[in-house]
């Protein structure tokens, strides 16, 4: 009988490379003109919290608080999980100009696939200053992952028919496979076996979050940007009901499936009235008031142009499953909020438990 729990995580890359090259994640950024120089050598001007972060040290003790709390997350959800024991794991997730790219940009996408192999151990060149991952596996590593054809067939079959023009794919063209999003949420929870005992088949569900900045942004980290605005994502509102509509599918299969929404909220790095040097704390801290008290039903309203202007194109991710789980009558459990200034992005672990079984959720 189908069954349903949900799950929003981050994937920020931190965690694939080694803990001491995080803060220079912002450094990095003023070397590619992202942050302005005089804004990061202001420190009089930071918000005092960043200031605090960032201490005497660089960053780095509150690196390491961060790391852990991080890694504490990811197991407490893996538990979850276990404890569910899903057929099918869906993840909504942003491709960052990797599968696809100016030849066609997908709003949404469907990944049909029996497996995919990717190849995410390329360190982290290309947001923080190491080639490093942090076991110190070659960049060629291959991490096979096992899908569920099935079920994205029959979704993309069910969300075509019910009015959804979802695009479908059966081929990746990413020399790395599967995105950061996909490729991230597996290893992040299996990190003891980096990934190689996740075991549960995935089904990638592409969201273009970047939208706007998908060309200025997301393409300029690989090389191949332009300082121009591209067309935006898909709604709030469209992302909200198409998370509707795909847990109605699911709830009439014979699965047991997870629904995770795989993103950091604000983006320091997106929050452009901040120069992109650090997130809209204020933005996050009042969806993550509303995330505890299970109040997300209206997370579809958001104006395209308030997810821009708080650097939140990511959290699209999370507004399709908040769409699932109002459709499911599901209540949310926080398991961790973590805020910062310096490691670009506030990040929240939570699960959804199913709605008949809610009640006999305890911390474990
Ligand atoms: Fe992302």
Known sequence: MAEIMGFGLSHYPGPLVPVEAWPSMLTRWVELGRVKAEDFAARDRWPEGMRQEWGNDEGQAAAREHHSRLLAGYRRLRQELDAFRPD????????QYENYKSDCIPAFCV?????????????????FKTDRNVWD?????ELPINCHAAGAR????SLL??????????????PNGLAHSFNNTVIYLDYEKRGFGFGYPIIPFHINCYGS??????????G????????????????????????RYFANSPWRVALVGSASWSHGSLTQKHGRLYPDIVADRARYEQLRASKFANWGNYSQAEMEDTGQHEVLNWIALAGAMTELGQRSEVVDYVETYVFNSAKCFAFFPPADNGARRAAP
């Open 161 to 174: 028919e019910s009015g959804f023009d979802i695009a479908w794919s059966t081929a990746l063209r990413h």
């Open 137 to 141: 596996l070659s960049p060629d590593t």
């Open 224 to 247: 191949e940007g332009k300082d121009e605005i591209s067309p935006p994502s898909p709604s709030p509102a469209r992302c909200f009901e198409m998370g509707r509509a795909t847990a």
């Open 88 to 95: 099918i794991v869906l993840i909504w997730g942003d491709d």
């Open 111 to 127: 990944g049909i696939y029996d497996k995919v192999v990717s190849k995410p151990f390329g360190g982290g060149k290309a947001v």
């Open 213 to 222: 900045q998908l060309i200025k942004t997301s393409a300029s980290v690989v």
């Open 154 to 157: 029959g979704l993309s079959k």
